[in-house]
């Protein structure tokens, strides 16, 4: 899963200040807890939960979060955000993509050159549906839908003026993307790829977190939400409305807004809660998972169609992270931002 550098503003600035922005070393943590529980999810799943699904959402709310930040916050200028964007993401992207072409030609996985396309394109989670689709690439959904509110949340911050107003619209569209999550999967009985890979659907996820962000930023969130141990509630709650035994959709009507809310919380919790999550273990992994969420997903489909050890499967994963992070991705990323 993709990222925005996990900081925070000391104080809001316009486009033209260049203010320096503060690491939170937590939220690092948080994105190592998402791909910490991806990871798990897929390759010693605990009956009961999928907690590679939940661990997508945990990336989710993150990043609804931080672009609020960014984009409504700071006023970060759309020009540099997109080139920070593409910088951080297609390096790595394309080099995975291209590789898993190369190693997965003609093997079990019969991997697809239209399936390729569509994920370079962020046109995945729509194109697997209704086109073509290949299992080592079946993760780039979630990669298509925060590139896609990328794009949604910029033209929002260019054309609505005044944060209430911006409030209220996301607002509206998160219900909307909810509802109508809700009505496909209930009342025209979707399956769950066919629903909630879908941005239309899948996007309140990212502008929940968006919303409070915001009310946040404003002082306007209830006091009741500003607790300590908020974010370990609400995110102990989400949990458990995770179980497999809670309808999908409830996953994406209350647990998703209780994410949400947790990890906007996280500036008002113990430093117990933030100082286990700023750990060096933590925070680096969190570093890693961007490389790490592109390169489990063929690991992870060897042990779910041929049963090969996890174990190994997942030294391979990181094995092949690690490349990607450090000769690929963070080089690219310095590189294009020097000289673009």
């Not at 394109?121 to 079946?138: E, K």
């Not at 609400?234 to 179980?243: C, E, K, P, Q, R």
Request: glycine share 6%; net charge positive.
């Amino acid at each position: 899963m993709t990222d925005i550098s996990a900081a925070q503003l000391v104080v809001s600035r316009s486009a033209a200040d260049t203010s320096s922005r503060t690491r939170l070393a937590y939220l690092d943590g948080w994105r190592g807890l998402s791909i910490a529980l991806v990871l798990i999810g897929h390759f010693f799943p605990i009956p009961g939960i999928n907690l590679g699904v939940m661990g997508v959402e945990f990336f989710f709310v993150l990043s609804g979060r931080l672009m609020a930040e960014i984009l409504f916050v700071e006023r970060y200028p759309l020009k540099a955000f997109f080139k920070r964007r593409f910088s951080r993401i297609y390096p790595a992207l394309l080099v995975f993509v291209v590789a898993s072409m190369v190693a997965l030609s003609g093997t079990f996985v019969a991997f697809k050159w239209k399936a390729a396309l569509t994920a370079l394109t962020f046109t995945y989670n729509y194109a697997g549906i209704l086109v073509s689709r290949a299992g080592a690439l079946d993760h780039i959904w979630s990669l298509c839908v925060e590139e896609h509110a990328y794009v949604i949340l910029a033209l929002i911050s260019f054309f609505v003026s005044g944060r209430a107003r911006v409030v209220m619209l996301l607002s509206t569209l998160s219900v909307l993307a909810m509802a109508n999550g809700a009505i496909s999967y209930w009342v025209f009985a979707m399956d769950y790829e066919t629903t909630y890979w879908r941005t239309d659907v899948h996007i309140a996820s990212i502008l929940l977190s968006a919303v409070i962000c915001l009310l946040k930023a404003d002082d306007r969130l209830p006091a009741l939400f500003k607790g300590p141990h908020v974010a370990v509630a609400a995110s102990v709650g989400a949990v458990l409305l995770f179980m497999d035994a809670v309808p999908t959709p409830i996953h994406y009507l209350v647990a998703v807004p209780l994410l949400a809310l947790a990890v906007n919380s996280l500036d008002f919790s113990t430093r117990y809660l933030t100082g286990l999550l700023s750990c060096w273990p933590m925070a680096t992994l969190g570093l890693w998972s961007y490389s790490l969420y592109l390169w489990q997903q063929p690991f992870y489909k060897f042990v779910y169609s041929q049963g090969s050890a996890p174990l190994l499967m997942l030294a391979g994963a990181f094995a092949c992270a690690l490349c990607s992070y450090y000769i690929v991705e963070k080089p690219a990323r310095g590189w294009l931002n020097r000289n673009w």
